[in-house]
Structures are given as structure tokens and as C-alpha cells.
Nanobody, 125 residues
Framework: QVQLVESGGGLVQAGGSLRLSCAAS????????MGWFRQAPGKEREFVAA????????NYAGSVKGRFTISRDNAKNIVYLQMNSLKPEDTAVYYC??????????????????WGPGTLVTVSS
């Protein structure tokens, strides 16, 4: 079992940056591939980015590629999402999640078995 808690959300102007953190407890974070998802009001939860256990492989949604960077520090049990050049359409609740399948860094929600409660990111125009 693993517990996840996101932090770092807030209000930022378009073009600004935020760094989200996801802290894990219960088990070593290094056991899991990790992902970030987001859900805007009235929309389905969507994939943002994922990273394998040692950080060597990453995957990004097309809408954030080149602007967002996922990383992890297994010694600290934390996963990060650096978000630059933010746009109003990035406004959403952001969730981190742990995948159960070794090596999985895809976009399928069902592959991620552990979820945090989310943190709200609001980008003003």
C-alpha cells in the first residue's frame, strides 16, 4: 500500500510556472512507475506525464510536451511536475498516481492503482 499527497498548486498568471510535488508514504516510491493526471471542471481526467522507476524513461501528453517536466527523487520519496509557460487551459485539479505494473508509463487510468487527493492549479489569463 502507498499513500500519495500532492502539493504546490495555486493561482498563477498565464506564462508563469509552478512546481507540483507528490510525496509518498507507506512504501518506497522507487517500487512504482509514477504519473500525473489532471481533471478540469466538467471534463474527464486526462493523462499529463509519467516516469519510470529510476527516471530514465518519461512520457508526456502532447498538450504539455516541451512545457512540463516530470522527475523523481526516490531517496526523498517525491515525484515532481515542473510546469512552465502555463496556459489558462492548464487549469485543473492535478493528481499524482502510482502504477502497479512494472515499467508502465502509459496514459491508461486503470493502470494506476494508487491516487492522491489532488491539488488545484488555476491559470489566469
Amino acid at each position: 500500500q502507498v499513500q500519495l499527497v500532492e502539493s504546490g498548486g495555486g493561482l498563477v498568471q498565464a506564462g508563469g510556472s509552478l512546481r507540483l510535488s507528490c510525496a509518498a508514504s507507506g512504501r518506497f516510491l522507487s517500487s512504482y512507475p509514477m504519473g500525473w493526471f489532471r481533471q478540469a471542471p466538467g471534463k474527464e481526467r486526462e493523462f499529463v506525464a509519467a516516469i519510470n522507476w529510476n527516471g530514465e524513461n518519461t512520457n508526456y501528453a502532447g498538450s504539455v510536451k516541451g512545457r512540463f517536466t516530470i522527475s523523481r527523487d526516490n531517496a526523498k520519496n517525491i515525484v515532481y511536475l515542473q510546469m512552465n509557460s502555463l496556459k489558462p487551459e492548464d487549469t485543473a485539479v492535478y493528481y499524482c498516481a502510482a502504477a502497479a505494473r512494472i515499467g508502465y508509463i502509459g496514459a491508461t487510468l486503470g493502470e494506476y492503482h494508487y491516487w492522491g487527493p489532488g491539488t488545484l492549479v488555476t491559470v489566469s489569463s
